[in-house]
């Protein structure tokens, strides 16, 4: 079993900052990539950014040149630093645990944190 605990997260001003933070404890054996995931109300959960242990990472297109997705291994934890915030990038942020096998793509576990909500104001 895999326990995620997201910290961060909260109010912020369009074109402000924010980072949140996950720690990763348990049976870590399956494990070699995290990810952040966000829903807003009424929409699909969906990928914001993963990184592997190795230190590939993705980010979901809205994203792209705003968030960045870090990982400090030895402490099983991974932030995201959120800069540029839109009104349209609030949601509940959840992090997850998985698999990002060598020359494939990062494959989520069901690992789930409890949430943290982000909300940009206008």
């Known amino acids: 079993q895999v326990r995620l605990v997201e910290s961060g997260g909260g109010l912020v001003q369009a074109g402000g900052s924010l980072s949140l933070s996950c720690a990763a404890s348990?049976?870590?054996?399956?494990?070699?990539?995290m990810s952040w995931h966000r829903q807003a109300p009424g929409k699909r959960r969906e990928l914001v950014a993963a990184i592997s242990n190795g230190g590939n990472t993705l980010y979901g297109n809205s994203v792209k040149g705003r968030f960045t997705i870090s990982r400090d291994n030895a402490n099983n934890t991974i932030c995201l630093q959120m800069n540029s915030l839109k009104p349209e990038d609030t949601a509940v942020y959840y992090c997850n645990a998985g698999k990002w096998p060598s020359g494939g793509y990062y494959r989520g576990y069901d690992y789930w944190g409890q949430g943290t909500q982000v909300t940009v104001s206008s």
């Open positions: 348990g049976n870590m054996f399956s494990i070699n990539a």
